[in-house]
């Protein structure tokens, strides 16, 4: 089974700061890892994803993120936040399997742009 | 491309009336997902089709619920005598199979109100 750990359940941060937001995950199998962004009363929308090769993958809005496979980590990072950026950011793990790949979601962490 | 549409995007229901929602994955896509999402959690996988069939179901899919895909197009999910524990956005997604990583794109979601 997986299971994902999402350490800060709210970030506050001013705009034009860095941010970064953890992601612990917990497997028995191989994994691929995903962030996904969900704006007030949208669906889930993918920021970037590991599937392997180069642990740094970098995603849309300028987002990236590193993949530790040693302390079994994938945090966000952002060197510069805008307004826009406020939102509901998840975490989420599936199996590396050609068959079903549902995603098993952190808690989430909902980060907030200070002007 | 116009996306995964669900409808209808709020229901609002009496305990022990059913409800069915429809989602309508993007036209290329064979495998279509549920994902149900409480207030403050992430999105928690409930079942998984390939085509028509329905290949996995989570234990979170009690009795009353139930999930259906003809033809291997729409899909549509069904709770009878609904309890107020089922209130919650349902989600679906949908994706292509093969080496993807399993991407999956989602739809705005039905946001289920049960008074």
């Known amino acids: 089974a997986q299971s994902v750990t999402q350490l800060d359940s709210q970030v506050p941060v001013f705009e034009e700061a860095p941010v970064e937001l953890r992601c612990n995950y917990s497997s028995s199998v191989s994994v691929y890892l995903f962030w996904y962004v969900q704006y007030p009363n949208q669906g889930l929308q993918l920021l970037l994803k590991?599937?392997?090769?180069?642990?740094l993958v970098k995603g849309i809005n300028g987002f990236e993120a590193e993949f530790n496979k040693s302390q079994t980590s994938f945090h966000l990072r952002k060197p510069s936040v805008h307004i826009s950026d406020t939102a509901e950011y998840f975490c989420a793990v599936s199996q590396r399997s050609a068959g079903a790949n549902n995603l098993f979601f952190g808690t989430g962490t909902r980060l907030t742009v200070i002007p | 491309d116009t996306g995964v549409s669900q409808n209808p995007r709020h229901k609002i229901t009496k305990r022990g009336q059913n409800v069915t929602f429809r989602c309508d994955p993007i036209s290329e896509h064979n495998r279509l997902y549920w994902y149900r999402q409480t207030l403050g959690q992430g999105p928690e996988f409930l079942t998984y089709?390939?085509?028509?069939?329905?290949?996995?179901k989570s234990r979170l899919l009690s009795d009353r619920f139930s999930a259906e895909r003809p033809k291997g197009s729409f899909s549509t999910l069904e709770i009878q005598r609904t309890e107020q524990g089922d209130s919650a956005m349902y989600l679906c997604?949908?994706?292509?199979?093969?080496?993807?990583?399993?991407?999956?794109?989602f739809g705005p979601g039905t946001r289920l109100t049960v008074t």
């Open positions: 997604a949908s994706s292509g199979s093969g080496g993807t990583g399993g991407e999956q794109y």
């Open positions: 089709f390939q085509n028509e069939a329905q290949l996995e």
């Open positions: 590991y599937l392997s090769g180069s642990t």
